[in-house]
């Protein structure tokens, strides 16, 4: 069962949606046009209610099928938010925001779930729920968790729920799924080191917070070589080194902070242990004062066995078995459909954008012809999972 014919049609006016959102980028929970965007046209299409302000900003539509048929619900998870990037890709719908742009899909992603929107409400040939979640602040604001502590699940009695997300480098019509950890956690290390200032003439007189903090960026590499198993995974990257203001003084503090990642919550725990040990006993070898804090941000994202099975054959539906790669290598980066994943069973599936730049890249641009294969996932997920009569 290839590309859904009407899906197909509808595939120019789809393109129109995102290629607005994309030219109206907006950031974290701030996605007021694009919410408001989304919710008139959930109404044009006839949605059974359209609920606006779920995780502050956060849009769900609701359309039931055949009436008297089945009692299942399912969400459907699309993201709204951008990034705080120049946009360089030259595309004639380019940002009109300067220092935002759409550089992760998102306006691929709110896009292709309008369209099933659209579809859904059109035929309801389906027998239950579907929920269509349109959520604002992947990007760092935690806008999943915000929606679940909404009351999200519970509200519109959501049983299932699914996500989809762009993969740059899968071909174009193929998908990337696994059972368990697909995505890591994402935590924020931050390192405050206080040492003794001086002339730069006079070290010895001085406990000099830029050697302290690098041997402690340094010291912090030996977490993942030597104390995390080799068969897991984990990453410790430092991102920022601030210190001193001249090139003739010794400075008496400096900031390091960066982003510690795992595949599992046991792995997870053994970074955030070692890294105070590792920071704090460095510190105090070379006389200096080091505090670390360690922020835990989005959980490992890990699909459900039943859930992602039943994702991957509505994939192979749409573009045939041997374009579904049931085994794909996890990824290090983070998503906080995590947070939904925690709250009720489903499954998060990549689709390929093809041949373009990476995500988070000031030339990257969301593939429209992802979006027959995205909006048939959708639909045909919703028709499988609550089959009519």
Same mark, same amino acid.
């Given at each position: 069962m290839p590309i859904?014919?009407?899906?197909?049609?509808?595939?120019?006016?789809i393109a129109e949606w995102r290629h607005d959102i994309h030219a109206h980028p907006e950031l974290l929970f701030d996605v007021h046009r694009t919410a408001a965007s989304v919710a008139d046209k959930l109404k044009a299409f006839g949605c059974d209610e359209v609920v606006p302000g779920i995780g502050r900003t956060g849009v769900v539509g609701v359309i039931r099928g055949k009436r008297g048929q089945g009692d299942k619900v399912i969400g459907l998870r699309a993201d709204m938010d951008a990034l705080p990037i120049e946009e360089a890709t030259g595309v004639p719908y380019k940002s009109t925001v300067p220092g935002k742009m759409h550089a992760c899909g998102h306006d691929g992603h709110t896009a292709m779930l309008? #369209?099933?929107?659209?579809?859904?409400?059109?035929?309801?040939?389906?027998? #239950?729920?579907?929920v269509l979640v349109f959520q604002p602040a992947e990007e760092g604001g935690g806008g999943g968790r915000e929606m679940v502590k909404d009351g999200l699940m519970e509200r519109f009695g959501v049983q299932e729920v699914y996500g989809m997300h762009?993969?740059?480098?899968?071909?174009? +019509?193929?998908?990337?799924i696994r059972t368990g950890a697909l995505m890591a956690s994402a935590d924020t290390v931050t390192?405050?080191?206080?040492?003794? #200032?001086?002339? !730069?003439?006079?070290?010895?007189?001085?406990?000099?917070? &830029?050697?302290? +903090?690098?041997?402690? &960026?340094?010291?912090?590499?030996?977490?993942?070589?030597?104390?995390?198993?080799?068969?897991?995974?984990?990453?410790?990257?430092?991102? &920022?080194?601030?210190a001193g203001t001249t090139d003739n003084v010794i400075p008496q503090t400096a900031h390091l902070s960066g982003t510690a990642r795992a595949l599992s919550p046991d792995v997870r725990d053994?970074?955030?242990?070692?890294?105070?040990?590792? &920071?704090?006993?460095? !510190?105090?070898?070379?006389?200096?004062?080091?505090?670390?804090?360690?922020?835990?941000?989005?959980?490992v994202l890990k699909n459900h066995e039943q859930q992602t099975a039943f994702a991957?054959?509505? !994939?192979?539906?749409?573009?045939?078995?041997?374009?579904?790669?049931?085994?794909?290598?996890?990824?290090?980066?983070?998503?906080?459909?995590?947070?939904m994943l925690e709250a009720r069973a489903g499954a998060f599936i990549f689709v390929g954008n093809g041949d373009s730049p990476g995500l988070h890249h000031p030339a990257y641009n969301f593939n429209d012809d992802v979006i027959p294969v995205g909006t048939s996932y959708w639909v045909r997920l919703v028709e499988t999972a609550m089959a009519a009569g």
């Open positions: 859904v014919n009407r899906v197909a049609d509808l595939q120019g006016e309008l #369209g099933a929107a659209k579809y859904l409400a059109e035929t309801r040939n389906f027998a #239950g729920t579907a762009n993969y740059p480098g899968l071909p174009l +019509g193929q998908f990337g390192i405050d080191i206080e040492g003794v #200032g001086g002339h !730069a003439a006079r070290p010895q007189l001085s406990v000099d917070t &830029v050697l302290v +903090g690098s041997q402690i &960026v340094n010291q912090i590499q030996s977490i993942v070589a030597r104390n995390v198993d080799p068969i897991k995974s984990a990453v410790i990257s430092i991102c &920022v080194f601030r053994l970074l955030e242990k070692r890294l105070h040990e590792v &920071v704090e006993g460095t !510190a105090r070898l070379y006389g200096a004062k080091a505090k670390l804090t360690y922020r835990r941000g989005y959980p991957a054959s509505i !994939a192979s539906q749409i573009v045939g078995a041997d374009r579904v790669d049931t085994n794909f290598p996890p990824v290090m980066g983070a998503e906080d459909f995590s947070y």
